[in-house]
């Protein structure tokens, strides 16, 4: 099994900026030869895609093409997660020589019990949170059956986060919030005993 020096697991509500966010990150680190952004969703989307006759290269993106088949995804997959919480985690680990994963769309507590179950010394959670008005003028509508559901709404309470990153135009400066975070993984990758012993701050 590859054993990498540090999991960033990011979860936050739609249009809240986990893409965004992840990929800051990835670059900061010095790219994807670093850092791995992996995403549940994308084995989710691209079985899904297959099943469905669709497009997965455009359920990856950002435009409304996603919305559209969101809520049957939503259903798909969680009959293959109520049957196997770890299908997807399993599926997002294999071969993966990157010393940094950032799972960027943590969405339930399965997913989260599933990391520190098996990398518990490396594993840190990240929660991206934006404001209702920041996410709406990034395209975000509510959605009754989506917005109050489990996926969005799975890790509202229960995971004590390591850190919290505020996304909002008029909030605290992004960089300077991403910075503390990429502290950490800075010294958890030039330490030979991985994160033992490193602080969030
Ligand atoms: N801080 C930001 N500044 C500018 N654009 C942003 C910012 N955060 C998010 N966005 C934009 O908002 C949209 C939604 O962000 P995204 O990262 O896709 O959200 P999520 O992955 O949480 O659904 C994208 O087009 C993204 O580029
Ligand atoms: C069916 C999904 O996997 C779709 C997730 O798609 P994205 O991860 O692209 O969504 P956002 O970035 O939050 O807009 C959700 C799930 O419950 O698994």
């Known amino acids: ?8 697991l990011f979860s936050g509500k739609r ?19 670093v850092c791995a952004i992996l995403r549940l969703s994308g084995p989710l ?11 997965f290269r455009r359920l990856l993106d ?22 196997d919480p770890g299908y997807f985690c399993r599926l997002i680990v294999r071969d993966v020589p990157q010393p940094v994963w ?19 010394l490396q594993t840190r959670t990240v929660r991206v949170q934006a404001s209702e008005q920041s996410r709406r003028e990034r395209g975000w509508v509510y959605t009754a059956g989506i917005d109050d559901a489990e996926s969005e709404c799975g890790l509202d309470q229960g995971v004590a986060f390591d850190w919290t990153i505020s996304n909002d135009s008029d909030g605290p400066l992004l960089e300077e919030q991403l910075e503390r975070v990429l502290r950490v993984v800075r010294t ?14």
């Open 1 to 8: 099994m590859d054993s990498p020096k540090l999991i960033l």
């Open 15 to 33: 249009k809240s900026g986990k893409d965004f966010v992840t990929s800051i990150i990835q670059q900061r680190l010095g790219g994807s030869s």
């Open 45 to 55: 989307k691209e079985q899904y895609a297959k099943e469905h006759g669709l497009d």
């Open 62 to 83: 950002a435009s409304g093409y996603k919305e559209k088949f969101r809520e049957d995804m939503i259903r798909w997959g969680e009959e293959k997660r109520n049957a």
């Open 102 to 120: 950032i799972v960027s769309d943590a969405r339930r507590g399965s997913d989260v019990e599933w990391f520190r179950c098996r990398y518990q």
């Open 188 to 201: 958890a990758c030039s330490s030979d005993t991985g994160p033992q012993g490193v602080q969030h701050q």
